[in-house]
């Protein structure tokens, strides 16, 4: 969305170069600066906010998805963790510290 915008209003400041008056372009130019900072400005809030909204579905996700194997790690039967390779330790390492 900024991108064009940016397009839109890079485009106006080139026109604004063909005024021949001075106070005209100086407006022009100033008009467009103005605009451009808005943008910047704007742009830089929605990404911040993307940003921030990602990392927090991510977390959420990360969390239910834990919750969910340690789950499914607690309903297996008893002879699972007989086997050297499912000790509790180990499942355990590998359920709660990735």
Request: a positive charge; aromatic letters at 12%; glycine letters at 6%.
């Amino acid at each position: 969305m900024a991108y064009p915008a940016f397009g839109v209003v890079f485009a106006k400041g080139v026109e604004g170069f063909t005024y021949l008056d001075a106070r005209e372009r100086r407006h022009a130019g100033d008009r467009n600066a103005l605009w451009l900072f808005v943008i910047s400005i704007l742009s830089t809030i929605a990404i911040g906010l993307q940003n921030f909204l990602y990392a927090y579905a991510s977390a959420i996700l990360t969390a239910r998805l834990r919750t969910l194997s340690l789950k499914s790690l607690l309903r297996q039967d008893i002879e699972f963790f007989d086997q050297e390779k499912n000790s509790a330790r180990i499942l355990l390492t590998l359920v709660l510290c990735k």
